[in-house]
């Protein structure tokens, strides 16, 4: 196996149900007369100052993040990066203001991932090499695409990036794209150091 074949994935929202679970906590604070906290709307609720505290309130407690539950469909690409001869990473972001995120997140890992794979938390994934990003963040994909001009970025599809386009991406809404996302993943183990990422024919 080639050091080099690393394959990056993120935790939050791709391989573990972190939007999941804050609507569910989220729903369970939420008074009589305000909004349904759904999918769709987390994203735009959280302009407000109370959303915003309810969800620190929420991902402080002790626990949350390791009780996290696993996204089967993640797992499923994890699996097929693994026994394509890629290294498995994860590539997660600590947040600044939950310090126990940070423990619990690489527990979260060794759990449902292996306790042979490495974790990385930090504050800019784009600084970290892999071959493949498995991501579900816009922001983030084009950061770390920016430095892997090279790079494949695979993204799980949500509510916040359906709209989400980039030629280095593959969309995976899940089962119906699996072959499709396993071509991307061949051509990117492929590769020859310095050659083009090619996925004109998917």
Not at 18 to 39: F, I, K, Q, W
Not at 42 to 49: A, E, G
Request: hydrophobic share 40%; proline share 6%.
């Amino acid at each position: 196996m080639d050091d080099d074949d690393v394959a990056l994935f993120d935790m939050d929202g791709s391989l573990a149900g972190y939007n999941e679970a804050l609507v569910r906590d989220l729903e369970s604070l939420r008074s009589p007369g305000e909004p349904e906290v759904t999918d769709e709307n987390l994203w735009t609720l959280d302009k407000h100052d109370y959303i915003r505290n309810r969800m620190r309130l929420i991902k402080s407690q002790a626990g949350w993040w390791l009780s996290l539950p696993p996204i089967q469909a993640g797992l499923d690409i994890l699996n097929v990066c693994r026994e394509a001869g890629f290294t498995i990473a994860i590539l997660t972001k600590g947040p600044q203001k939950h310090s126990n995120a940070w423990a619990e997140k690489l527990l979260w890992c060794q759990q449902h991932v292996g306790h042979d794979v490495d974790v990385t938390v930090t504050f800019k994934k784009a600084r970290v090499y892999g071959k493949i990003l498995y991501d579900d963040f816009p922001e983030y994909m084009e950061a770390w695409l920016k430095r892997r001009p090279r790079g494949l970025g695979i993204m799980p599809v949500t509510p916040g990036n359906r709209n989400f386009s980039h030629p280095q991406v593959v969309m995976y809404r899940g089962v119906e794209d699996l072959d499709r996302v396993a071509k991307a993943i061949k051509i990117a183990k492929d590769r020859r150091p310095g050659e083009p990422l090619v996925l004109e024919n998917l």
